[in-house]
């Protein structure tokens, strides 16, 4: 499970969600659009609930490790559609997570 942290406060939620919540907030931002993401979270009570998430450009998203369940939420059409939608953009998707865009020079490809 991980907790993730936007400017309300924190949610928590299965761990490929919130990684595919970070890749595709992170793909919005490096395309400079929005979008509306739809999750299911673990409320404050331990019972199922839903979230929303306008990303973009101006998200500021932190993702954490959560202990606090001892189950894995997990929502596999949830999960891969928000990869997908990754995978649709300009970016290819290995290359988005490191925010490098294709053909970026390597660090040791500079004088220092």
């Known amino acids: 499970m991980k907790r993730i942290f ?19 907030a992170e793909a919005m931002s490096n395309r400079r659009e929005t979008d509306v ?18 990303i973009g450009s101006s998200s500021q998203l932190v993702c ?9 939420l997990t929502e596999i059409a949830t999960t891969q559609a928000l990869q997908d939608k990754v995978r649709m953009g300009t ?5 988005a ?3 490098a865009p294709q053909g970026s020079p390597q660090f040791d490809e500079f004088d220092y």
């Open 6 to 24: 936007h400017p309300g406060g924190s949610i928590v939620t299965g761990t490929a969600l919130a990684d595919a919540v970070m890749l595709y």
């Open 37 to 54: 993401v739809d999750i299911p979270v673990i409320t404050a009570d331990g019972s199922h609930g839903r979230a929303q998430f306008l």
């Open 64 to 72: 954490v490790t959560s202990t606090e369940s001892d189950w894995e």
């Open 91 to 95: 970016m290819p998707a290995a290359l």
């Open 97 to 99: 997570w490191a925010g």
